[in-house]
Structures are given as C-alpha cells and as structure tokens.
C-alpha cells in the first residue's frame, strides 16, 4: 500500500514539475520544447521505476512444462503479434497512398468513386489477411 502511494506521488510530481516550468517561463521562446522533453523524460522514469518496484521478488515457474513445450508457445505468440502488427502498419502506409490518390481523383472526377474505393478496400485487406494468418498461427 505505502509503495502505491509513493508511486503516485511521483507521478504526480513528475506531471507537474513540467507544468510549473511551461507556466514560468512561458514568455521565454524554447520553453514548450524544454518542459516536453523534461516532462517525457520524469514520466518514462517513473514509469521505469514503477515498473522495478512493482516487478521486483521471485519468479516461480511451472515444474511440469518443459522448457522446449514453453519456448515454442512464446514463439506462437511472437509470430501471431509480429504478422498481425506488420500486416497493420503496411496496410496503414498502403491506406494512406490509397485514400490520398482516390481524394485527389475524386476532387477531378466524381464518377469514379467506386474504383478509387475497391482500391482502398483492397489496400485493408492487407490487415486483415495478417490477422488470419496470425489465427492460423494460434489455432
């Protein structure tokens, strides 16, 4: 109990030491980049620091796994994140292309509105496929 409430302390004071400094020295020009980067740099700290504190005593394992049973697992799990992430973040480059042509296409002609929405379509399918193939990974 005592340590949730000094890290909640700390936090706090890691919120609000930045917003001290911003309401200081706001006529000064390069403050708002100075209390970001100080504020940035107190909240991941307590988040570091929170986390080794909470985190912190013994770790017991199952006896009846197997070391190479529980590797595996962890890889199933690593390959579903990693395929479903990737598959996302191309789809959101391919998405923003898409979207942006079929704006600037649709603004010259308005006729082509169902082709430039297939080729959207066709670019978020790219993240659904990543999900399937992380379902498959799974099941």
Request: with cysteine; hydrophobic share 55%; glycine share 12%.
């Amino acid at each position: 109990m005592v340590t949730k409430v000094i890290l909640a302390a700390i936090l706090l004071i890691s919120m609000g030491i930045p917003y001290i400094g911003y309401r200081i020295g706001k006529k000064k020009e390069g403050c708002t980049k100075v209390s970001l980067a100080l504020g940035l740099l107190l909240f991941f700290g307590t988040v570091v620091a929170a986390d080794m504190m909470i985190f912190s005593g013994n770790i017991y394992a199952a006896s009846e796994v197997s070391g190479a049973a529980a590797n595996t697992e962890g890889w199933r799990y690593l390959a579903a994140a990693l395929s479903t992430g990737l598959s996302c973040i191309g789809a959101g480059f391919a998405v923003a292309s898409a979207a942006s042509a079929a704006i600037g296409a649709l603004s010259e002609d308005s006729s082509i509105m169902g082709k430039a929405l297939i080729f959207v379509a066709l670019a978020e399918s790219i993240a659904l496929y990543g999900l399937l193939i992380s379902f498959s990974i799974l099941g």
